[in-house]
């Protein structure tokens, strides 16, 4: 707000004289008259910088730099039900640097970065002699998600295959322990939000079905109703596992509401349709599956299913015809 002198308050201010090298007389009431003949001149709805600068102030939006435009999946906070026990601790020869877990849930150092961690499945593999736990984790800043799949072998943990949106399919040697049990029990989660997608990966594989479908670029999977955008990230050939041939479609699907690590299998045998499996979606926990009419052709273009052990067969759901 601007303050108006009265004329005889400007007259009796005193001249002052500069100092230094500014030896030219100037009066402060010339000055200050001058200032005010201005004022008085200027348009009354005109704004100043820092008028300015506060209107925008008070105007602007109060919006934090890390909005929910970045959210694939919403934060994770709840209790996960599971016919599963795991305490598990150990580290392996090359990328996964540690897994903790307790309960089922803790910490993964993966690649030189800390997950959190649940053991959200498991298989039991008794052909070969392992028993399998799945790992979803996701990092922190919610910048990748992953899946490591534990080779339990009675209370050692030898291998292990890990996987994620940077990070092709790939095992190792693993040293350390696994504590586990066919009974129920209850995993704490708690999970950032996240905040990435899988790049751009062609998996080799079209898909055509009103179910499931994709292209190449961009595709979309519907399960129970809800239909999610497909971004498949890796790919396993097991032409030559036991109780092959199938190929695996590792993949994210993204809801409006949630996102869900999924797997589509494909058989050689029949490629009029698709079985989704092995599913969990955050922040819900749901585990959608089914196995949906379409055509599908290709084979995966991924990098070859690492040597070493080989993945179980996963259980084999029929298609449903139409109308049943």
Known sequence: MVSTLAASEVADVPAVRLPGRFRGMCHLRAVLVTALSLAACADPGAKGPDDTAEADADTDTDVDADTDADVVAPATDGTLDLP?????????????????????????????????????????????????YDVLSIPEDGSNLAVTYLYCQDDALPYAYTESFLHPMDWEATTGTCDGAAASSSAAVSFPALRARPA???????????????????????????????????????????????????????????????????????????????????????RPTGALTANWTGAPSGPPRPPGLRRPRPPRIPPVAAGE
């Not at 090359?94 to 298989?123: I, K, W």
């Not at 479908?213 to 971004?231: I, K, P, W």
């Open 200 to 286: 751009a990966f062609d998996p080799g594989v079209r898909i055509d079905g009103e179910e499931v479908a994709y292209d190449g670029t961009t595709g979309h999977v519907r399960l129970d109703g809800v239909d999610r955008a497909l971004h498949p990230f890796n790919t396993v050939d097991c032409t030559d596992c036991p109780g092959g041939p199938w190929l695996e479609v590792h993949s994210l699907f993204e809801g409006d509401d949630d996102a869900c690590f999924g797997i589509l299998y494909l058989y050689p045998d029949d490629p009029t349709y698709v079985q989704v499996y092995y599913t969990m979606c955050l922040p819900t926990f749901a």
């Open 84 to 132: 599963f026990a795991l305490d598990a601790e150990g580290a392996g020869a090359d990328r996964l640097d540690g897994v903790t877990l307790l309960d089922a849930s803790g910490t993964l150092e993966l690649d030189g970065v800390t997950h959190l961690a649940v053991a959200y499945q498991d298989h039991d593999w008794v052909e070969a002699g392992y028993h399998l």
